[in-house]
């Protein structure tokens, strides 16, 4: 009686047959990864089982499939763990998603994710001749670019990004995450042509839905979404890149509603992100535009009484919301940001001793576990 | 006994989509809740504030915060979009792991006489329903059971990811909530692949295109597994699953026509509660796959 089953999906594109579940029976005890168990499978029953695996310490990111409908690396997950959360006892694993199959559990990795990982050029891009010896930067201004280099370029988040399921062009979370290791570098000089560039492109990092899947995908807990919030944030606000995805438009739109009267008000947040933020958005040709290709949804809301054009006009704040300006100012008026990153920082509760700001031992926190990161991984 | 709850509307179900806002004040007195209304809480920020700047983000949520603490008698914070209970909990988390950072938030927070204290209990009216009313109890309020009614449930993004974060565990499967909520009020749960995907929203004005696909291409999936209609617990979802469906329509090259209801609009419904009460009237898609307009009772019952 073997102790688990693994439901492989077996496909070969050569072969002219559409793909196929396949069960094996495997002998192994609890603790043994789902790749130990794929292996056993090819070793006793059937060679031709195709998988990619090399180092089988979630260190070379090779062996990246779905298990159980949720991406992430054979290696690093234990049998039992892998049928507690089966669905019917069975141990599912397929590929990857996103990316064409080679053979069963081989994904194309080049046409995807290699592609997309070069189309960020993934290098350091420095002013001027090079340093006679090595670059000297403060230790603090390389703390926040370690969660980025944690990838290990598996492409579990490329497999499970929502956004690329419906558009594949989308520059993706693993790409975006790299473009970041160098737009935070402090000894990179091109990080306003890299963000101008991602921002511009209508598939660069405007089209992330902020779904959160990349975060819960990662094995490594690079967290990619927060990476392409920290691309925003700096292309925004330190480099002021007008794109033309209205991505910052829409985003000082939504800030200064906030600020004003405490709510966001739709009927105004929207024509500003396409016409700019001021009252006077609404009046500009792109505004117009968007306005006329959406009113066969805007007379249906009026005609439903979802939405009143006196409600929708007069902007709604809430009672006091004046104490908001103040905390706006404040805020914004800081020389530097304040953020509290806890890849970085650890809980006072997690900590062994109390913790320090940024710039403490990166590389110890690195290796404990991330607050962003998913518990199956 | 009642249970009551500093109520956190938010922003859309006062704007977009007035029938949630309303629907849940319908709701609330049937299921024993008291709502005491945070009419001083500003906008959670939706992930775009805190894009913008993460300090700001957390100082209004933690003033939203402060202010639910101060309710007096009140269990805990409720929400019932599921934007704004994921927002939160990313700026609670960053707030309630580290005294320093929320020593100077408060700060801020101070000559408005606020002070947040670590370890607010704030839940999305789904969670509060499953975890504190329980399903029993619930199931035994139903005066109209949802016979023969085949929902489809979309979570949505906020309140499922990241696991951790949102406290999902093997004591909490708030990942499945929807689904069992669905079969206490009496109706079928559709299994279909959007469940726990992206409706797209958050990208509508930058890119139309993309964000639309995503919301035909769950809409298309439920109706292919048979749905009567969805349901979900975030007005942002709502917005593009049905307000912006006959646009989705053209960007998903497909028919859809499928009603999509706010959470407390079908808990209201098994309730008893009659339709236009529920603002179901208000919806770009007409529910009538849901609804006999002429009896006002769910469809399926006998």
């Known amino acids: 009686m073997p102790a688990y089953t693994l439901r492989i999906r077996r496909y070969s594109p050569e072969s002219g047959e559409a793909a196929y579940w396949e069960e094996f029976g495997i002998e192994l005890g609890p603790h043994r990864s789902v790749l130990d168990g794929i292996l056993q499978a090819k070793d006793r029953e059937d060679g031709s089982i195709g998988i990619r695996c090399s180092c089988r310490a979630a260190i070379c990111g090779s062996c990246g499939v779905r298990i159980n409908g949720r991406p992430g690396l054979a290696c690093h997950m234990h049998l039992e763990e892998a049928e507690a959360t089966s669905r019917d006892g069975k141990i599912t694993v397929e590929p990857m998603g996103n990316m064409p199959v080679l053979k069963d559990l081989i994904t194309d990795m080049e046409a995807v994710h290699w592609k997309k990982i070069r189309r960020v050029t993934p290098w350091l891009l420095p002013d001027g001749p090079p340093p006679e010896r090595e670059y000297i930067v403060p230790k603090e201004a390389m703390v926040d670019v370690t969660q980025s280099m944690a990838c290990i370029q598996c492409g579990a988040c490329v497999s499970d990004c929502l956004s690329m399921e419906v558009d594949p062009e989308f520059i993706g979370p693993a790409a975006l995450a790299k473009a970041y290791r160098f737009v935070g570098d402090p000894r990179d000089a091109q990080r306003f042509e890299r963000l101008d560039d991602l921002s511009q492109d209508p598939h660069g990092i405007y089209d992330c839905t902020h779904c959160f899947n990349c975060i819960e995908a990662c094995p490594k807990g690079v967290a990619p979404m927060s990476q392409i919030m920290r691309l925003r944030r700096i292309a925004g606000a330190d480099f002021d890149i007008s794109d033309r995805n209205n991505g910052h438009r829409h985003e000082q739109a939504f800030v200064t509603l906030v600020r004003q009267g405490g709510l966001l008000n739709e009927a105004e947040l929207l024509p500003r992100s396409y016409g700019g933020d001021s009252w006077l958005g609404k009046f500009h040709p792109k505004a117009g535009a968007e306005l006329l290709s959406s009113l066969p949804v805007i007379m249906k809301a009026v005609m439903r009484r979802k939405v009143t054009p006196g409600g929708a006009l ?8 004046k104490n908001l300006r103040r905390i706006f100012d404040t805020i914004e008026g800081r020389d530097e940001r304040y953020e509290l990153n806890l890849y970085i920082v650890q809980p006072d509760d997690a900590a062994p001793e109390k913790a320090g700001h940024a710039g403490g031992d990166a590389q110890g926190t690195a290796a404990s576990t991330p607050p962003e990161r998913s518990p199956n991984a | 006994m009642s249970l009551k709850v500093a109520y956190w509307p938010g922003c859309v179900s006062r704007g977009f989509t007035p029938e949630l806002h309303g629907s849940m004040a319908q709701v609330a007195p049937l299921l024993d809740i008291e709502l005491v209304e945070l009419d001083r809480a500003s906008c959670c920020g939706a992930g775009v504030l805190a894009e913008h700047n993460q300090e700001l983000a957390d100082t209004l949520n933690a003033r939203t915060f402060a202010l639910a603490q101060q309710v007096e008698g009140a269990e805990m914070m409720m929400n019932i979009c599921s934007t704004c209970q994921g927002a939160q909990s990313e700026c609670q988390q960053r707030l309630d792991a580290n005294a320093e950072y929320r020593e100077a938030v ?12 670590k370890g607010i209990t704030n839940k999305h009216f789904l969670w509060l329903m499953v975890e504190e009313i329980g399903l029993d109890e619930i199931a035994k309020k139903v005066t109209k059971p949802l016979n023969g009614l085949r929902v489809g449930p979309f979570y949505g993004c906020y309140i499922v990811r990241p696991t951790d974060r949102v406290g999902i565990d093997d004591e909490h499967p708030r990942d499945t909530y929807l689904d069992q909520l669905i079969e206490a009020l009496g109706g079928t749960v559709v299994d279909y692949a959007g469940a726990h995907k992206c409706c797209g929203f958050p990208i509508i004005t930058m890119n ?12 298309g999936d439920a109706i292919d597994a048979d749905a009567d209609c969805l349901v979900t617990p975030c007005p942002l979802c709502h917005l593009n699953l049905d307000l912006q469906q006959p646009l989705a329509e053209r960007y998903g090259g497909r028919d859809l026509g499928l009603p999509v209801l706010h959470l407390p609009q ?5 309730l008893g509660l009659d339709p236009k009460q529920l603002g179901l009237n208000k919806h770009v898609v007409k529910p009538t796959s849901v609804i006999d307009w002429s009896t006002s009772v769910v469809a399926g019952v006998e």
Do not use: D, F
Not at chain 2, 106 to 117: Q, R, W
């Open chain 1, 314 to 321: 007069i902007a709604h704040k809430i009672t006091g919301h």
């Open chain 2, 106 to 117: 408060n700060t801020t927070l101070e000559p408005e006489g606020l002070h947040y204290e």
């Open chain 2, 208 to 219: 139309k295109e993309v964000s639309l696909k995503q919301a035909a291409r769950h809409l």
């Open chain 2, 266 to 270: 079908m808990v209201g419904l098994a």
